[in-house]
């Protein structure tokens, strides 16, 4: 029986894991544990990263399946079902099950099918967004044929930790690119271990342009005030046994003009303390210079694309973008043509397939040679 007690402590050691820096893959694993002491299920979960700037995948994680079946990824992308990530990510609730999506017909959904095969029956995917409101990630959960429905005590539970899991993939997407970049943009994050006496004892390649950037650093090493304050506030939160997590972020003009996010957290390893900082851009999202580039894209025309990304109808596009159907419309015919598509599901599946697809599978092989995964399109 799951007990108010158990929920709780359930909730808490997620969010201690979420506040420490770590490969994806070890986190999705820890979290699978947690997980399953509160809701049973069948195998094992999926977790999935997305690109918020999109909602299109960037990773998925199941212990046993090394790759995601082609044809799946088809059906999510080029296809006309139900409970497919994008929809369920900009949903009111974030959660859904199949069987509330077909009505308790899950038959009538080509997902169930491939489900089916797996021997499972039900499905319940619930996305994971940071207090921020950007979506992260998604996790789906599977039972066998037979087994009691998902009820609204798994949902409180998922609803409760959506946060924490967003943040702690988040986070250790930017230690995957930090540490091992897909390619050396000019804005990817650095990451910095300090030891207790707030000395300097690690960094990523690349990290001095950033304590160069940071008021009272320099590219010599020199310890900006802003990250040994963020590393102080870590390790004190770490400190206070009331709190879930050591975690904390600040947010700083650089000498340039441009914002910067701080992470902290505290690690300990053999009764040492160490604190990581990671550093990066507060908009990193490659989403728009990709479009731009591949396609030529005007910025309006990028907006429109982002949202056909996310799953919105032409009203939605036109009252969020303050324009008329008509104009959306006109903007939908200019981004076929140059993207050589003829549909908003075509467009969907092209960007996947062409710009996310090729770091998916690279994930996938990431995961079998222990290195840690990546986020984001590529070029």
Not at 76 to 105: F, K
Not at 211 to 236: H, M, N, T, Y
Not at 329 to 355: E, P
Request: proline share 7%.
């Amino acid at each position: 029986m799951v007990t108010a007690d158990l929920l709780q402590r359930s909730v808490d050691k997620i969010a201690r894991l979420s506040g420490e820096p770590r490969d994806l893959a070890g986190y999705w694993r820890e979290c699978t544990e947690v997980v399953g002491s509160v809701i049973p299920h069948y195998w094992t979960p999926c977790w999935y990263t997305l690109d918020p700037a999109s909602l299109l995948a960037t990773s998925h994680f199941h212990e046993g399946m090394v790759e995601f079946p082609a044809e799946w990824l088809a059906n999510e992308y080029y296809g006309d079902d139900v409970n497919q990530m994008a929809h369920v990510a900009a949903s009111r609730t974030g959660i859904s099950t199949l069987h509330e999506a077909t009505d308790g017909d899950p038959s009538r959904s080509r997902r169930w099918r491939f489900n089916q095969s797996m021997g499972s029956d039900q499905e319940m995917i619930a996305r994971l967004q940071a207090p921020s409101g950007e979506v992260w990630g998604m996790l789906g959960l599977y039972r066998e044929p037979g087994r009691p429905m998902f009820d609204a005590t798994d949902k409180r539970f998922l609803s409760a930790v959506s946060e924490h899991l967003a943040e702690g993939a988040r986070r250790a997407l930017l230690v995957g690119e930090a540490t091992d970049p897909a390619d050396p943009y000019p804005d990817g994050p650095g990451l910095i271990i300090v030891s207790e006496r707030w000395e300097l004892q690690s960094a990523t390649p690349g990290v001095e342009r950033w304590l160069a950037e940071l008021p009272g650093g320099d590219a010599d090493g020199q310890l900006p005030p802003a990250v040994v304050a963020v590393a102080a506030r870590a390790r004190r939160n770490a400190e206070q046994p009331g709190r879930p997590s050591g975690l904390t972020v600040s947010r700083i003009r650089s000498r340039s003009g441009t914002w910067v996010v701080l992470h902290g957290a505290c690690l300990i390893e053999g009764g040492s303390r160490r604190i990581a900082v990671i550093i990066e851009p507060a908009h990193p999202a490659r989403l728009y210079p990709l479009l731009e580039s591949a396609y030529q894209l005007t910025p309006r025309e990028r907006d429109v694309t982002r949202l056909v990304l996310q799953g919105a109808s032409t009203s939605q596009i036109a009252e969020h973008l303050v324009v008329s159907p008509h104009t959306v419309q006109q903007h939908m015919k200019n981004i076929f043509d140059k993207t050589g598509v003829r549909s908003r599901r075509d467009l969907v599946g092209k960007v996947f397939f062409t710009h996310y697809e090729p770091g998916f599978r690279d994930n996938e092989r990431r995961v079998l040679d222990g290195q840690p995964m990546r986020g984001g399109p590529r070029g």
